[in-house]
């Protein structure tokens, strides 16, 4: 088999790690709350330019400004949720969608507001591995690897605590779950910062692969989203095996044609899949 | 009735009168508003039934772009053109409705499914550089006045013509809303399931208005893209785009018929008066302000400000008789 083609299919199944952690974070939010932030790919926006902040601009040490990263974007995620999302939570849907688009609006500029639109990185080169003839690089190997501990660790939370059963149990059945005595809008609130949580966590990684630039969240976002109704909507098992068909599309078709090009093939795949599974890839 | 007809013309003669005093950039903003209103109305003529579509920025760009580089490259005029890209846009509209609806991916599904759509083809027409310039855009070939080729330098034949594709839209909102077929597409708003078993054909009404839409919206963005003789891919396609037509439309009042007009003149006079109050300081403080204020109008004001305007009325007490949910006449009372 071809080498490059080999790098291209590892690097693949390594960015499709943090999209399955993205993808994990939307769904977990969309399950419990019935809501699609379109602005999702834009609080990892927020999240890159706070470790650019912390780590390249004021010299901390770069653990430390990803975890205030995740508990920074964790804490806007909440806010979104108290400020934008609670009080419209009886409206029609539409108008749940189109209030996170206003924020998608209001964090690109926002961001370009305080930053400009140029690109920025952290000026941080880790290590090229070598396995045989093929290079890897071990930012995007950190990355899978934490994107799978990221995601573990949500799978263990939601199937061995009790916040996790009550917003297992949120997701399965809305309406029966103030009769067993929990407290809907406080699990609203923990699953919003969760769910930011993640896309903080990813921003975190992405940095150490990507520019940062406002509108990067429209390079994830759609893809993201492609994802999540693949899967499945709220479907978080099939969410994470999306990930990891549409970031090998992404990857395979990136390396025989244009980056562009691998995403109108991505996308031309999903309209083809939906005939063929219209309600997720685990649904017949 | 009488009285309503002569201040109908009278108005309608206020409006095709007002381009002749005024100067070049209001009749920029005013051009750009009955544009924007076009396209806002193409929107709700899907909108208003709850297929959300937040893709539409990709039926403009192609409504643009095909006979824009037609004519560029091949010298096809655009009276040729403009109908081609409808119809690659009506194509489009298939293309991913007919999936949608088949397996009934209906609200968050689709709206997210059309997203990437817009996204797809804006990254299409980046990908397709070598011809379409990419992200720095592309300029028209210019001839200076031609009715061949759709061109005019001055001002006030493009204010006419956007008069008159403004009315055009208004008028195929107004078909579709007395036509037998929006009964039929209420009810399937209200409840699919039950609007099949009552034996309402839903792949065909969603369809037609899906097709409709998307054919407007493309004549919409190929005027637009004649009148401008400049495309870029950020500026008539992808997300911003595709989201700010949902936004100009929801603030205005998705469901009654001038108010994506209303969303349009106020979007576009808030977004002209924060450029112009900021300048080149501080870039990106308008949009910022300007997202700010349509998170705060969608939670406020969340079926537009028409419908706000009439609710408040009619609890004043000024409006005589029930609030009625037909848009048509919601419209000629207000």
Redesign the interface.
Known sequence: MDIFLLEAIINGVLLGGVLALLALGLNLI?GVIDV?W?AYADLVMCGMYVVYLLYAALGWPLPLACIVAVVGVAILGVAVHVL?IA??LG?????Q???T??????????????F??DFRNLGLRLPIIEVGDIYISSARLLAFAMALIGAVAIYLFLRRTFIGTAIRAIAQDRDIIGLMGVDERRIYVITSAIGAALAGLSACLLALQYDVH?FIG?TF???I??I??LGG?GDMIGGFIAAFIFSQIIAIGGYYS?T??S??LA?AF??VL??VR??GILVR | MRARCVAYIGWLAIVVALPFFTQPYYMHLLIQILLWSFVYTAWSIMGRFGFVSLGHGAFMGVGAYVPGLLWSYYGVTPWAGIPLGVLVSVLLALIIGYPCFRFRVIGHYFALVTLALGQVIMLSIIAARDFTGGSLGFTLRAVGNSWLALQFVEKTYWYVIALMLWLAGLAVWCLIDRGIGREALDAIAEDEEAAAAIGIDIMHEKLRVTVISAALTAAGGAIYGQYLMYLNPETVSGIAVSLQIVFATIVGGAYTMLGPTIGAFLTILLTEGLRVAFGTNYIGAPNTIYGAILILVIIFMPRGIVDMMQNVSLRAGTLKGSRCRSGSETVRRA
């Open positions: 969309f699609v379109i934008i009080p419209i409206s029609a849907p539409i108008n969608l189109l209030a688009g206003g924020l998608l609006f209001f964090l690109q500029s926002f961001a370009t507001l305080l400009g639109t406002p429209n976002g759609p893809l989203f492609l999540c109704v909507l244009s562009e090009l995403y109108v996308f999903f309209i939906m005939f219209p309600r």
